[in-house]
Structures are given as structure tokens and as C-alpha cells.
């Protein structure tokens, strides 16, 4: 069965220095994923997503995150925070995103703060 | 283009009442989804709409239904409002094949 966990409900950072949000996944099968970003009052943006080609898949606004199989993660980083940058961030998995929605799993979320 | 829209965007509601939620995709997207979003539950899938079908459906009562129309635009219900049922609902679109959903802003609703 699919899950997902993020590892940190909060994550605090200071502008300029780097972020990490971290993301555990299960999967029985080769697992498609997404880091999805929701700012206040408003709906998911698509920072990246990783399908089966190189493990290493950079996203919008400098993020980046790589899939590791050997520990089933999917970690979400970016050099240097942002003040816009504080926002929810969700790690997404699903076995087959093209043919059944319900296989679509969305993490609990990391909210992320930045401090000036 | 223009993005997902998604109208009212707030709502406020007495339990026993109904709701009627609307979602209009991207231009030429055929498949819609909607999920419910709360702070003790998170994000869940309710049911996802492709050319006036639906495609697949959550764990949710039938008090929530959905319909889609041949524009492609989708509207959800909820019948017998309860307490619980107060939540951000959102709206996704996609090309179809496309692995990548389009969130609209949603539709906060307060259910009183």
C-alpha cells in the first residue's frame, strides 16, 4: 500500500540559508512523485515531479529534490530561502497517476517559515 | 490561458443545508478532480471527472456528489451539511495523459 510521510510538520529557517523538507514514501510499485507548494487563501502549485527518469529533478524557483530508492525518499531542497518562499509544501505519490486518482497520495505537509 | 477557476470562493452554511460548488478547467482540459482539504485530515481525493464521467471516487459518504458538463465545467454537491464538512475544496484539471493536475484556489467552506 502507498504512504507518504513528511518528516517534519514545521520547519523554520532563516532568509538566505538553505531549506530541507523531507519525504518518505512506500510504494508497491515504481512510484511516480510530486512536491506540490500552497500559499495562503490559495491552491497547489507544481514545483516538480519525478517519473522514472533522472533521479536528480529540478522544479520552479530553485527547488530541487532527488529520488533515492535505496531509502525511499524524495526530499525537497533549495540553496537559499526566500521570504516568498514561506508557504505548505506537500510530497505527493502515486503508483499511476495517468489512470486512477484514488492511488494519488498526498503527504500531511511541511510548513515552511522564513525568517528575515 | 486562463487558470482553474473555482466559484463562490467562501461560503458559509447551516448544517442540514446543501452546497453546490463550482470548478471550471483550464481550456481544453477534459478531466477534473476535487479533494477536501482540513487541518486534521489533510488533503483527500473525493472523485475525478473525465468527459461527463465519473472516473473515480474516495472513501466519502454519498452526500457528496458530482457532476460533470459537456464544456468540461464540473460542479460538486454536498447534501445534509454536518459540522465536518467545513473545509478548503479544491479543484484540479488536466490535459489528458498529462501527469500534471492544475489546482484552483478553492472554495472555503464554513458549515454553521
Known amino acids: 500500500a502507498q504512504s507518504v510521510t513528511q518528516l517534519d510538520s514545521h520547519v523554520s529557517v532563516s532568509e538566505g540559508t538553505p531549506v530541507l523538507l523531507r519525504c518518505n514514501y512506500s510504494?508497491?510499485?515504481?512510484?511516480?512523485l510530486f512536491w506540490y507548494v500552497q500559499h495562503p487563501n490559495k491552491g497547489l502549485q507544481l514545483l516538480l515531479k519525478?517519473?522514472?527518469?533522472?533521479?536528480l529533478v529540478k522544479g520552479i524557483n530553485g527547488f530541487e529534490a532527488e529520488f533515492k530508492k535505496s531509502e525511499t525518499s524524495f526530499h525537497l531542497t533549495k540553496p537559499s530561502a526566500h521570504m516568498s518562499d514561506a508557504a505548505e509544501y506537500f510530497c505527493v505519490v502515486s503508483d499511476s497517476w495517468k489512470t486512477s486518482y484514488d492511488k494519488v497520495i498526498f503527504g500531511p505537509g511541511t510548513s515552511l517559515s522564513v525568517i528575515p | 490561458k486562463a487558470g482553474v477557476t473555482q466559484t463562490p470562493r467562501y461560503l458559509i452554511k447551516t448544517r442540514g443545508q446543501q452546497v453546490t460548488l463550482s470548478c471550471s478547467p483550464i481550456?481544453?482540459?477534459?478531466?477534473v478532480s476535487w479533494y477536501q482539504q482540513t487541518p486534521g485530515q489533510g488533503l483527500q481525493f473525493l472523485f475525478e471527472?473525465?468527459?461527463?464521467?465519473?472516473?473515480n471516487k474516495g472513501n466519502f459518504p454519498g452526500r457528496f456528489s458530482g457532476r460533470q458538463f459537456s464544456n468540461s465545467r464540473s460542479e460538486m454537491n454536498v447534501s445534509t451539511l454536518e459540522l465536518g464538512d467545513s473545509a478548503l475544496y479544491l479543484c484540479a484539471s488536466r490535459e489528458t495523459g498529462a501527469t500534471v493536475q492544475f489546482f484552483g484556489p478553492g472554495t472555503r467552506l464554513t458549515v454553521l
Open positions: 519525478y517519473t522514472s527518469a533522472a533521479t
Open positions: 510504494s508497491s510499485y515504481s512510484p511516480s
Open positions: 481550456s481544453g482540459h477534459r478531466s
Open positions: 471527472y473525465f468527459s461527463e464521467t465519473q472516473r
